[in-house]
């Protein structure tokens, strides 16, 4: 007797694991689907909307890449208020941000031999919704670009939108 009813227990708790075993078999991928979809999703580009400028030195029909060494960059109405980078080796490219609050973003170039040139971007701000998780950011259009001539010979919108990437949008030649 004793060992039918070991037997019988045995049994049951055979049974009772298949249960248990199948009840995991289906609550496990819930789990995992709840969990995974909780993950956060990272925004691509966290530096923002950045305006990008290339450096040139025109020699009659002649273009080359150039370069400024020890220059300070100024921007006089960014979203912060007054910013101002400063570059002490030899640069060919810059990148900035424009104004999300005004539709004109005035920088200053200011040399090492203190001269300095002004820049001032005429944009219109364009307000994107990115995706749910990483809200709103500001494209832009450049419309014009006014410049002082000390150093600055001219300067050319090359890309007219400013969005993500590293698309030279102006070229500055010096």
């Known amino acids: 007797m004793f060992a039918t009813f070991a037997k019988q227990r045995k049994l049951i708790m055979i ?19 709840l969990f ?22 025109l020699d009659g029909s002649n273009i080359s890449q150039a370069s400024i060494d020890s220059f300070s960059l100024i921007l006089l109405n960014s979203a912060d ?3 101002e ?5 030899e640069v060919d ?24 040139d002004t820049l001032i971007f005429k944009h219109t701000n364009n307000l994107v919704l990115i995706n749910h998780e990483c809200g709103f950011e500001t494209f832009f259009n450049i419309d014009t670009v006014i410049t002082s001539n000390n ?4 300067v ?19």
């Open 151 to 154: 150093l600055i010979e001219s």
């Open 36 to 57: 995974a979809s909780c993950e956060e999703l990272p925004c691509e580009y966290s530096d923002g909307v950045l305006l990008n400028a290339g450096f040139f030195h």
């Open 85 to 89: 980078q400063e570059f002490k080796n």
């Open 15 to 33: 049974i009772n694991n298949r249960k248990a075993y199948r009840n995991w078999f289906f609550t496990l991928p819930i789990f995992i689907l």
């Open 93 to 116: 490219t810059l990148s900035f941000p424009l104004s999300t609050i005004d539709s004109t973003t005035t920088i200053v170039l200011k040399y090492k031999n203190n001269l300095a």
């Open 156 to 174: 050319w919108i090359s890309n007219a939108t400013v969005n993500y990437g590293s698309f030279e949008n102006i070229k500055i030649y010096f």
């Open 81 to 83: 208020g007054f910013y």
